[in-house]
Each structure stands twice: as structure tokens, then as C-alpha cells.
């Protein structure tokens, strides 16, 4: 190290060690300060402090620009091998990758996948907020009183007027009275009339009304679009010529006969499907599809879909309870529930409309409605099934047959009546479309169903029923066949496969491949003492589940009965 002294003429020398000086750090870079050559008298002499100093500012000047690394070029700088990085920020710009490709896709496959939770954010808290803003209001005093039309469990329903009259013939309503599920009604309604409008009858207003001498009553408003329900329609004897001249408003040029039915029929049922395709993409299952329930409106031509009351829409959980069932036996589907007992109640919106397409997919509940649609159009192609007996006795006929439609035709074909035996001709029009659809639609398992826009796809409807398809209608079909996959003919794929039994070449199975495949479906004969356990655990396990569902289940009903106060309008 270097040492300073003072002499007598004040002048101070620099003594410098054998060592050189020190290295320090500057702006991160290690500088190596060493005394010049010409700044040493000789190498154990006396330096005098004015030219040493002014040596060392020379060279502390070249280590800094060889610390800053700029300025100098690399001869100068004496770089070498020394790698210069760069301390600039990195670019913030995204980078695209295989995997966060395929994430972001899965991502907007499942926020757009039914019954939608992207769709469901938007209608909430957009559509719907924008819609009260400029949608009509009514009040009590607003309405006419007229005729009434029928009355049901829930409700009355009475063809009413404006009090204010005008010469336009949309001033005609329709005024349900209901007392329970009055409520769920007016949001099923107002949910149907932001998704899929075409679907169900034309919605105008919704409001508890607790003026009554009978209690509080929801009233809603329909537009007047017409009385003829399908089962009316379907009760005529010239049905469903009389269908034909409602549609088309002339007789078309074709002689009677099953051609000219089944176009008919094809047309009606393509309608209905496309209704509950509607309702269904957005999440709502109506759970009592039947004819009844199916009214034609004038003004459009079309069939469309009536009476809410029993809906759930399963994007929040409305209407929904796990051990609860609303339906006609009549119509339908074997299983009652829409979805597994064991699924729990529904809870905040928020989080069951996150988990919505899960369980969709899980449990298919739109396969509920297809059943009774199947029986729609059984009804439709056999007279003797439209009345209330005569399809009580063949739904027992069916069970008894384990659901199988093949197997009811072939008990009842050798002793077959005229109109059962014309019915089997219609449907086997066409090397058996229709009866191939029908069979798609009833079946016992829920998975087996076809859906609606799979069954609008089908062959079936391949040709022109009464009406031409709209340019929006052949649009949807002409996406859905390109993107749609076939699972029935990926599991004849994959049976084909398994009956080829041997070689890799093929790419089949192996024998002992199947073999072990058979020993898992074969059932065990006898329970070993550890399995019995496991099944008594689990016993309890399911016992204690439904006790704490059914708990919940009741806390949900306090709770959502307070939510529904809370967005019905009243009326004052």
C-alpha cells in the first residue's frame, strides 16, 4: 500500500509498495489502477506528488471508458475476449407458443361452451341492464280483462286488451296469473327474449301485482299470436293437412298420401327442434316439452314453445333443485331427474355459471326434453297414440320392452292395426330416416339420446319440408355438420377395431387384450369380506352427503326466495 511522509520543504512524496495498487469497483466493473512506468523515478525511488497525480488522472480516465465499455474503439479499450451484454430492458412484446396457443383456446372453448359463461356475463350485466332501461312497462290499470283461455296448476291465463286502444292488432296480449313459479316464469321469459327470441311466444312485461283479495300474483304479458296449440291441431281428423294450409296458406300441388304427410310432419318437427335448440344453447332446459305446450303463431308461421313455469335454467342454477322434479308423466323421459341426485344445489351465480359447461357435460340435461320431443313426433305419425290413454298404455308397452323401440315394433307388428302399420310406412319412407331418428331420440340412457342440433342435422331433414330453411338456418346446420363430431360412428370405429383380433399390422387388439376386456365387464359372483366394507362406507359416505344436501337445499330456498323480491317488479 502506498504511505505518505512530509519533509522539511513541504513537499510530499508518494512512497508506492512492490504491490500495485489496489482494484476497486466502478459501474460494476473491477478497475485495476497500476502506476505508469514513467511515473516511477526508478522502482524503490521517491515519485513527487504533482506528476504522479497527474499520471494516475490519465489512467483513471482510461479505465473508465474501459469500464463504461463506450466511446473507445476495441483496439483502444483493449477488450480482448471480453463479452459485452447489453443492460437494456427486454422487449415486453407477447411471444407466441405451442402451449399457450392450445391454452388460450381451451380457455375460450370452455368460456363459449354450453350453456355459455362468457354469453351469461354479457346477458347479465350488460344485455339485461339495457334492456330495463328502454324495455315497455305495464301496471294493472293498463289491462282489459277478457275471455279466458284455460287455467292449470300454477296459474290462469285470460286473452286481454290495452286500455288504451289502437287500430293495430298487436294491442291483443295474452295475461297469465300465476301464484308459485310466477317469479321463475318472468325470468325464464326475459331470458329467452335476450338469447333466442324465435324459440318461445313473443314476452312483453312481468310484475307481482299485491293489490289481489287472493294474495300476491305475478302477472305476465304475452303478445297474442294465437290459440291453436299442436294438441289441438293434432286432435283433428285432418291432421296434418290442416297444419298445411296454416303454414302455407294454400293447398300445396300434391296428391294425399305419406309423401305429402311427411313433409309435413318433417317440417313441424324441424321447428321444434330448432326452438329447443334455442333454449337450449343458452342453458335452459324446459322440462315439459309436449303439445300442449306448443302453440302456431300467425304472424310468424312457426311453432314456438309456451309455459316456462316448470324451466331451470342451468347457467345459474335457477329453478333447480337436486331431489325436485317438475314434468308431465305422459311425456316424460325415464329418468325424472334432468340431472344426478347427487349433484348439490346450485350455488352463488357467479360460481355456477364458472362451473356450468362442467356440469353440462356430465350430465346432458337437454336429453330430458329430447325424450318428449320423440314422443311428439311418434304421436304425430301414429293417430291411435294421441290420446291420454292410448300413450299411458304405451309407455308401458316400452317399459316393458326396456325402452328399446325396436323391440316394441317387433311385438306389435304381427298384430299391427291399419294406422300402426300406415305409421311404420311413413317412417320408413326415405330407406328408414325417420324411424332411424325417432329411435335416436327414445332412448332409455340420456348419453344415448341424439341432441337437438345434432338431430337437425340428421339426414332426416336433409330435404325440403313445406318451407325452405332460411339463409341463417342453413348457415347454422352447414357449421354444425363440418364441426360436429360423430360419436356413433366413433364407437363403431373403435368396435371394429376390437373385433379385430391379432395383429399390429391391422391395429387391433390382441387376444389376450380381449380377453381381459371381457373379465372386467363380467360381473363378480362373489363379494370378497373387504369389498363389502368399502361398499358399507360408502353407503355412509352417500347417506351423510344427502342429509347435508337436503340442509342445504332448504337454506337455498330461504335464500333464493329473498333474491326474487329483490329484481320482480311491482306493482304499486
Same mark, same amino acid.
Given at each position: 500500500?502506498?504511505?505518505?511522509?512530509?519533509?522539511?520543504?513541504?513537499?510530499?512524496?508518494?512512497?508506492?509498495?512492490?504491490?500495485?495498487?489496489?482494484?476497486?469497483?466502478?459501474? &460494476?466493473?473491477?478497475?485495476?489502477?497500476?502506476?505508469?512506468?514513467?511515473?516511477?523515478? %526508478?522502482?524503490?525511488?521517491?515519485?513527487?506528488?504533482?506528476?504522479?497525480?497527474?499520471?494516475?488522472?490519465?489512467?483513471?480516465?482510461?479505465?473508465?471508458?474501459?469500464?463504461?465499455?463506450?466511446?473507445?474503439?476495441?483496439?483502444?479499450?483493449?477488450? &480482448?475476449?471480453?463479452?459485452?451484454?447489453?443492460?437494456?430492458?427486454?422487449?415486453?412484446?407477447?411471444?407466441?407458443?405451442?402451449?399457450?396457443?392450445?391454452?388460450?383456446?381451451?380457455?375460450?372453448?370452455?368460456? *363459449?361452451?354450453?350453456?355459455?359463461?362468457?354469453?351469461?356475463?354479457?346477458?347479465?350485466?350488460?344485455?339485461?341492464?339495457?334492456?330495463?332501461?328502454?324495455?315497455?312497462?305495464?301496471?294493472?290499470?293498463?289491462?282489459?280483462?277478457?275471455?279466458?283461455?284455460?287455467?292449470?296448476?300454477?296459474?290462469?291465463?285470460?286473452?286481454?286488451?290495452?286500455?288504451?286502444?289502437?287500430?293495430?292488432?298487436?294491442?291483443?296480449?295474452?295475461?297469465?296469473?300465476?301464484?308459485?313459479?310466477?317469479?321463475?316464469?318472468? *325470468?325464464?321469459?326475459?331470458?329467452?327474449?335476450?338469447?333466442?327470441? %324465435? %324459440?318461445?311466444?313473443?314476452?312483453?312485461?312481468?310484475?307481482?301485482?299485491?293489490?289481489?283479495?287472493?294474495?300476491?300474483?305475478?302477472?305476465?304479458?304475452?303478445?297474442?299470436?294465437?290459440?291453436?296449440?299442436?294438441?289441438?291441431?293434432?286432435?283433428?281428423?285432418?291432421?296434418?293437412?290442416?297444419?298445411?294450409?296454416?303454414?302455407?296458406?294454400?293447398?300445396?300441388?300434391?296428391?294425399?298420401?305419406?309423401?305429402?304427410?311427411?313433409?309435413?310432419?318433417?317440417?313441424?318437427?324441424?321447428?321444434?327442434?330448432?326452438?329447443?335448440?334455442?333454449?337450449?344453447?343458452?342453458?335452459?332446459?324446459?322440462?315439459?316439452?309436449?303439445?300442449?305446450?306448443?302453440?302456431?303463431?300467425?304472424? %310468424?308461421?312457426?311453432?314456438?314453445?309456451?309455459? +316456462?313455469?316448470?324451466?331451470?335454467? +342451468?347457467?345459474?342454477?335457477?329453478?333447480?333443485?337436486?331431489?325436485?322434479?317438475?314434468?308431465?308423466?305422459?311425456?316424460?323421459?325415464?329418468?325424472?331427474?334432468?340431472?344426478?341426485?347427487?349433484?348439490?344445489?346450485?350455488?352463488?351465480?357467479?360460481?355456477?355459471?364458472?362451473?356450468?359447461?362442467?356440469?353440462?357435460?356430465?350430465?346432458?340435461?337437454?336429453?330430458?326434453?329430447?325424450?318428449?320431443? &320423440?314422443?311428439?313426433?311418434?304421436?304425430?305419425?301414429?293417430?291411435?297414440?294421441?290420446?291420454?290413454?292410448? @300413450?299411458?298404455?304405451?309407455?308401458?308397452? @316400452?317399459?316393458?320392452?326396456?325402452?328399446? @323401440?325396436?323391440?316394441?315394433?317387433?311385438?306389435?307388428?304381427?298384430?299391427?292395426?291399419?294406422?300402426?302399420?300406415?305409421?311404420?310406412?311413413?317412417?320408413?319412407?326415405?330407406?328408414?330416416?325417420?324411424?332411424?331418428?325417432?329411435?335416436?331420440?327414445?332412448?332409455?340412457?340420456?348419453?344415448?339420446?341424439?341432441?337437438?342440433?345434432?338431430?337437425?342435422?340428421?339426414?332426416?331433414?336433409?330435404?325440403? &319440408?313445406?318451407?325452405?330453411?332460411?339463409?341463417?338456418?342453413?348457415?347454422?346446420?352447414?357449421?354444425?355438420?363440418?364441426?360436429?363430431?360423430?360419436?356413433?360412428?366413433?364407437?363403431?370405429?373403435?368396435?371394429?377395431?376390437?373385433?379385430?383380433?391379432?395383429?399390429?399390422?391391422?391395429?387391433?387388439?390382441?387376444?389376450?387384450?380381449?380377453?381381459?376386456?371381457?373379465?372386467?365387464?363380467?360381473?363378480?359372483?362373489?363379494?370378497?369380506?373387504?369389498?363389502?366394507?368399502?361398499?358399507?362406507? @360408502?353407503?355412509?359416505?352417500?347417506?351423510?352427503?344427502?342429509?347435508?344436501?337436503?340442509?342445504?337445499?332448504?337454506?337455498?330456498?330461504?335464500?333464493?326466495?329473498? *333474491?326474487?323480491?329483490?329484481?320482480?317488479?311491482?306493482?304499486?
Amino acid at each position: 500500500m502506498a504511505t505518505v511522509a512530509s519533509n522539511g520543504a513541504g513537499i510530499v512524496p508518494l512512497k508506492l509498495n512492490s504491490q500495485p495498487f489496489s482494484s476497486f469497483s466502478f459501474f &460494476g466493473k473491477k478497475l485495476n489502477v497500476k502506476p505508469s512506468p514513467r511515473s516511477n523515478a %526508478s522502482k524503490a525511488g521517491t515519485l513527487v506528488a504533482l506528476a504522479s497525480g497527474g499520471e494516475f488522472l490519465k489512467d483513471a480516465v482510461h479505465n473508465l471508458f474501459l469500464g463504461v465499455g463506450v466511446g473507445l474503439p476495441c483496439t483502444v479499450m483493449e477488450c &480482448g475476449d471480453i463479452i459485452y451484454r447489453s443492460t437494456l430492458p427486454k422487449s415486453s412484446g407477447l411471444t407466441l407458443t405451442a402451449p399457450g396457443a392450445v391454452l388460450a383456446l381451451g380457455a375460450l372453448s370452455y368460456l *363459449w361452451a354450453t350453456p355459455g359463461v362468457a354469453p351469461g356475463f354479457f346477458d347479465m350485466f350488460v344485455f339485461a341492464f339495457v334492456e330495463r332501461l328502454i324495455r315497455p312497462t305495464y301496471k294493472k290499470d293498463d289491462i282489459v280483462l277478457g275471455k279466458k283461455l284455460g287455467e292449470g296448476s300454477f296459474g290462469v291465463v285470460y286473452r286481454v286488451s290495452l286500455a288504451k286502444k289502437t287500430s293495430s292488432k298487436r294491442d291483443d296480449l295474452v295475461l297469465k296469473k300465476a301464484t308459485e313459479y310466477g317469479a321463475v316464469e318472468i *325470468w325464464m321469459n326475459e331470458r329467452v327474449r335476450r338469447a333466442c327470441a %324465435s %324459440s318461445c311466444a313473443e314476452f312483453l312485461y312481468g310484475f307481482l301485482e299485491s293489490s289481489s283479495k287472493k294474495g300476491a300474483e305475478y302477472w305476465l304479458l304475452w303478445r297474442f299470436e294465437g290459440g291453436a296449440t299442436l294438441c289441438d291441431l293434432m286432435q283433428s281428423r285432418e291432421f296434418p293437412y290442416n297444419v298445411e294450409t296454416m303454414i302455407l296458406e294454400e293447398v300445396q300441388d300434391l296428391p294425399k298420401g305419406q309423401e305429402r304427410e311427411n313433409r309435413i310432419i318433417r317440417t313441424i318437427m324441424r321447428q321444434i327442434l330448432f326452438a329447443l335448440d334455442g333454449l337450449h344453447s343458452t342453458g335452459i332446459v324446459h322440462r315439459d316439452i309436449k303439445p300442449q305446450n306448443i302453440i302456431f303463431s300467425e304472424e %310468424s308461421r312457426t311453432f314456438k314453445i309456451i309455459d +316456462l313455469g316448470a324451466a331451470t335454467d +342451468l347457467r345459474v342454477g335457477i329453478n333447480y333443485i337436486p331431489k325436485e322434479f317438475l314434468l308431465d308423466p305422459r311425456y316424460a323421459a325415464p329418468e325424472q331427474y334432468i340431472m344426478s341426485t347427487q349433484t348439490p344445489s346450485a350455488p352463488s351465480a357467479p360460481v355456477a355459471t364458472a362451473l356450468s359447461p362442467v356440469l353440462w357435460q356430465l350430465n346432458l340435461p337437454d336429453r330430458f326434453d329430447i325424450y318428449s320431443a &320423440g314422443l311428439i313426433f311418434l304421436q304425430m305419425a301414429f293417430p291411435g297414440l294421441r290420446t291420454d290413454n292410448s @300413450l299411458i298404455q304405451f309407455n308401458r308397452q @316400452l317399459k316393458r320392452c326396456d325402452y328399446d @323401440l325396436a323391440a316394441w315394433r317387433r311385438s306389435i307388428e304381427p298384430r299391427a292395426t291399419p294406422d300402426q302399420r300406415r305409421g311404420f310406412e311413413l317412417l320408413d319412407l326415405d330407406d328408414g330416416i325417420g324411424w332411424e331418428l325417432l329411435t335416436s331420440m327414445v332412448r332409455y340412457k340420456a348419453r344415448q339420446r341424439i341432441s337437438a342440433k345434432a338431430a337437425l342435422a340428421h339426414p332426416y331433414f336433409d330435404r325440403e &319440408g313445406l318451407l325452405a330453411l332460411s339463409f341463417m338456418q342453413k348457415l347454422r346446420l352447414q357449421l354444425f355438420r363440418t364441426t360436429q363430431q360423430d360419436y356413433g360412428e366413433a364407437a363403431k370405429w373403435i368396435i371394429q377395431l376390437m373385433a379385430k383380433s391379432g395383429t399390429e399390422k391391422e391395429g387391433g387388439f390382441t387376444e389376450a387384450q380381449l380377453q381381459e376386456l371381457r373379465e372386467k365387464q363380467e360381473p363378480r359372483k362373489k363379494a370378497s369380506a373387504q369389498r363389502n366394507v368399502l361398499a358399507s362406507v @360408502l353407503r355412509l359416505q352417500r347417506k351423510i352427503i344427502r342429509t347435508l344436501n337436503e340442509s342445504m337445499d332448504e337454506l337455498t330456498r330461504r335464500r333464493k326466495s329473498l *333474491w326474487w323480491s329483490r329484481w320482480i317488479p311491482r306493482e304499486e
